[in-house]
T-cell receptor, first 114, second 114 residues
Framework: NAGVTQTPKFRVLKTGQSMTLLCAQD?????MYWYRQDPGMGLRLIHY???????AKGEVPDGYNVSRLKKQNFLLGLESAAPSQTSVYFC?????????????FGAGSRLTVL | GDSVTQMEGPVTLSEEAFLTINCTYT??????LFWYVQYPGEGLQLLLK???ADDKGSNKGFEATYRKETTSFHLEKGSVQVSDSAVYFC?????????????WGLGTSLAVNP
């Protein structure tokens, strides 16, 4: 049982380049989330999804887009990367309802924008 | 809005010492409370949770009691080990329309020396 898998684990981009982070879960979870983690700022929610075909904005959505075409996958896109998007990105998933706040996290994707 | 405040780290202890990491919260209503742990190079994972006042969550020797009168959820362990070195995050669930979302503390880094 793989849980939540994120690819790639590391990536270096130049300012203005685009990329997509892929998150896949094999637990049949309804909810999926993208967070970024920065020193001194804890975890901040970028976007989330409460089911296949749905997405919603979190605290810091600007500069990011997401898609949830399949229940098991949640993609995070950066259309034009900026140095301020240098961060560690975590995907997470959870059951809906009362279990919605027990999250299973991926191992993280470290992105550096030069 | 709701918020979570954790004691600042880093916390450095010797093996077998007693650990307390303070967490206080402000919330309307009756949130559930959580402790998540992040080991080096990994994603976060649920350590324990409590869903109502006076509940005690416990796991791996860690405990935390949901204290509504003091709005606190302090994490304790009687005898820490080197393997407990990690970052600990306190979180609460907040109702957001029909969904609940997590409000995170900034994390407390713990280093345990042999």
């Amino acid at each position: 049982n793989a849980g939540v898998t994120q690819t790639p684990k590391f990536r270096v981009l130049k300012t203005g380049q685009s990329m997509t982070l892929l998150c896949a879960q094999d637990m049949n979870h309804e909810y999926m989330y993208w967070y970024r983690q920065d020193p001194g700022m804890g975890l901040r929610l970028i976007h989330y999804s409460v089911g296949e075909g749905t997405t919603a904005k979190g605290e810091v959505p600007d500069g990011y887009n997401v898609s949830r075409l399949k229940k098991q996958n949640f993609l995070l896109g950066l259309e034009s990367a900026a140095p301020s998007q240098t961060s560690v990105y975590f995907c997470a998933s959870s059951y809906g309802g009362t279990g919605a706040n027990v999250l299973t996290f991926g191992a993280g994707s470290r992105l550096t924008v030069l | 809005g709701d918020s979570v405040t954790q004691m600042e780290g880093p916390v450095t202890l010797s093996e077998e010492a007693f650990l307390t990491i303070n967490c206080t919260y402000t919330a309307t209503g009756y949130p559930s409370l959580f402790w998540y742990v992040q080991y080096p190079g990994e994603g976060l994972q649920l350590l324990l949770k409590a869903t109502k006042a006076d509940d005690k969550g416990s796991n791996k020797g860690f405990e935390a009691t949901y204290r509504k009168e003091t709005t606190s959820f302090h994490l304790e362990k009687g005898s820490v080990q080197v393997s407990d070195s990690a970052v600990y995050f306190c979180a609460l669930s907040e109702r957001n329309g029909n969904n609940r979302k997590l409000i995170w503390g900034l994390g407390t880094s713990l280093a345990v020396n042999p």
